[in-house]
């Protein structure tokens, strides 16, 4: 019993660990791609349409979909800059008339089960499956011994 008790207790702490980690720069996510902000700011002569706004903020790294941002907080409108592709570079509005460069990096892909609840409902059926036939087990081979 002491054995059990032992493999649950190290069992429910891996499954509750959670691994905190900081980004590597900040940056904005459009149109499935990934623009690293930079201190380069952008004259308001340049600034052309409105292209997006940061749907969603978090400064925890881990994996999002839309146009997100782990520095600037949501409702931070992009830019297409005039002369320059928005493929290639964006404006974000960083204050009232001040607008800062972001270069794209790359795609940024959403891994689709990363935030999944899917993977933590497979993980308790799998527990709940071990431990339904870990008490089989010991039941039937208390009455064989």
Request: net charge negative; charged share 10%; aromatic share 10%.
């Given at each position: 019993m002491k054995k059990i008790s032992i493999?649950?207790?190290?069992?429910?702490?891996?499954?509750?660990?959670?691994?905190?980690?900081s980004w590597a720069y900040p940056f904005v996510v459009y149109n499935k791609g990934i623009y690293e902000?930079?201190?380069?700011?952008?004259?308001?002569?340049?600034?052309?349409?409105?292209?997006?706004?940061v749907t969603l903020s978090s400064d925890r790294e881990g994996t999002y979909r839309g146009n997100f941002s782990n520095y600037h907080p949501k409702g931070t409108v992009y830019y297409a800059i005039i002369g320059t592709s928005p493929a290639q570079e964006i404006a974000v509005q960083a204050e009232d008339g001040l607008y800062i460069k972001a270069v794209f990096k790359g795609p940024y892909t959403v891994a689709e089960s990363a935030n999944s609840s899917y993977i933590w409902i497979?993980?308790?059926?799998?527990?709940?499956?071990?431990l339904v036939v870990f008490v089989i087990y010991h039941r039937l081979h208390r009455r064989t011994s």
């Open positions: 493999l649950f207790f190290v069992f429910f702490m891996l499954v509750h660990a959670e691994v905190m980690a902000a930079t201190l380069e700011q952008v004259s308001p002569d340049l600034i052309g349409d409105s292209i997006g706004k497979c993980m308790v059926i799998a527990a709940v499956l071990v």
